[in-house]
């Protein structure tokens, strides 16, 4: 059974940084896209950045482009989020996501992370 624990979330300063983390287990790690979504109260589910297997960076924005990036390691057993500039409107719960490369939705998702961004 396929299980992804997010960590990291917390309260930051608008302004400073935060490192999300997604540890994957239970599945072969192959051609997986691995995802990171976030959603605020009152808002619909958002799509932050994903990574494929062969390492493609997609970003659901030009402005979460330029502040956050997604990395991968040990496999793809881990995806990380590098929060950079944040601002309030980051204030969101976080979920990390897997799916096959060649699948249209994402099959596996974590129990997300709070990230408070007070201004």
């Known amino acids: 059974q396929v299980r992804l624990v997010e960590s990291g979330g917390g309260l930051v300063q608008a302004g400073g940084s935060l490192r999300l983390s997604c540890a994957a287990s239970?599945?072969?790690?192959?051609?997986?896209?691995m995802a990171w979504f976030r959603q605020a109260p009152g808002k619909e589910r958002e799509f932050v950045a994903q990574?494929?297997?062969?390492?493609?960076?997609?970003y659901g924005s030009a402005s979460l482009k330029g502040r956050f990036t997604i990395s991968s390691e040990n496999g793809r057993n881990t995806v990380n989020l590098q929060m950079n500039s944040v601002e309030p409107e980051d204030t969101a719960i976080y979920y990390c996501?897997?799916?096959?490369?060649?699948?249209?939705?994402?099959?596996?998702w974590g129990q997300g992370t709070q990230v408070t961004v007070s201004s």
């Open positions: 996501a897997d799916k096959y490369d060649w699948a249209s939705a994402y099959t596996s």
């Open positions: 239970g599945r072969t790690f192959s051609d997986l896209t």
């Open positions: 990574i494929t297997w062969s390492g493609f960076r997609t």
